[in-house]
């Protein structure tokens, strides 16, 4: 928190990564101070807590039974491609206003853009594959915009072109592109994780269901394995953090995986433990660039998904822990679970 919450001192604009030439623009992400806010203003009306009750919970929890309906109970499903991803990627598609994209669009163009990004070996194929993502996406919010403007809504699109003074129409294509390529990962691993650290534990699951602290096996699963585990920064002067000296320009990566970990404030911080002491966590961030979506994901994950799962499978088991694997660093969560659905 002394990197992420002093933007005065530690910049975002890191112009090392490859960010802007996979997304073809210089996004929010890497903004500061009131070209950040604007851009991130620009935004938030769609996550107003009136339009997450009135009109996103109401729609996710149809579109939960809707994805939940297609499951076959008393089979072995691998969640990741069988649920997990698809009605994340449906989720966003609908609040971004861009309800036209399929699910598997939404989930080929979210990995191509992350890829892009983290590719800093500077190689041809993962930008061939970010650019032909930036095409499509550009021609879906295109096709979408007359309908917004002829009948708006509370997506981000619709808030974006409707505004009475709107950011400039590159940043308003940014803005959706960040969001594709965040916005699937978060609730999708987050769903993935919570589920095999309850399913790995049963005597915490019997008492997340006896309590229905589903808010509790969330924070934790987060906390546990961060869907976005780390986060540059840039120093705008000489300074120094718990005696280590940090020129000028030096380039910091601040790793929330790390600081959830953190023996001084979470014991046993590599294991999944509901019952632990609560301690605040860092998956989400904090300072200005705090996730947008963290209440929305936490609301749709424990208030929607999970309560609904173990409802409908109450005796749902993971066939085999060990054959689950796990993927990546800056985004991390598990590329597979093959759960057998009772």
Known sequence: RAIKDNPALFSSNDPTTPMERAFEAHTLMRKDDDAHLRERNAMMPTFAPKYIKNHWLPMYD?????????????????????LAGPIAAKMLGEMMG???????????????????????????????????????????????????????DPSALSM?????????????????KIAIGGGINEPRDALLTILYG??????????????????????????????????????????????IDIPKGTIVMVCQASANHDEDVFQDGHEYNVFRKSAPHQSFGSGPHHCMGMHIARLT???ILLPKMFERFPNMRLEDPAAVNWRGFGFRGPINLPIRLH
């Not at 598997?104 to 892009?116: C, F, K, N, T, V």
């Not at 590719?119 to 550009?138: K, L, T, V």
């Not at 997340?208 to 920064?233: H, K, Y």
Request: hydrophobic fraction near 40%.
């Open 62 to 82: 149809k579109l939960a039974d809707e994805y939940l309906d297609r499951l076959p109970k008393g089979e072995v499903i691998d969640l990741f491609p069988g």
């Open 198 to 243: 309850l399913l790995t534990n049963p005597d915490q699951l019997e008492h997340i269901r006896e309590t229905e602290n589903w808010e509790l096996a969330f924070q934790e699963g987060v906390r546990w394995v961060a869907p976005i585990q780390v986060s540059g920064r840039v120093a705008r002067d000489d300074t120094m953090i718990q005696g």
């Open 98 to 152: 861009i309800p036209n994209a399929t699910d598997e669009e939404l989930q080929r163009w979210s990995q191509a853009l992350i890829d892009g990004a983290g590719n800093f070996g500077y190689f041809d194929e993962p930008f061939a594959r970010a650019a032909q993502a930036n095409i499509e996406i550009n021609n879906c919010i295109r096709s979408n915009e007359d309908r917004l403007r002829a009948d708006p």
């Open 160 to 176: 974006m072109i409707n505004v009475d003074e709107p950011i400039e129409y590159s940043q308003i294509i940014a803005n959706i």
């Open 301 to 303: 994950v424990a208030g």
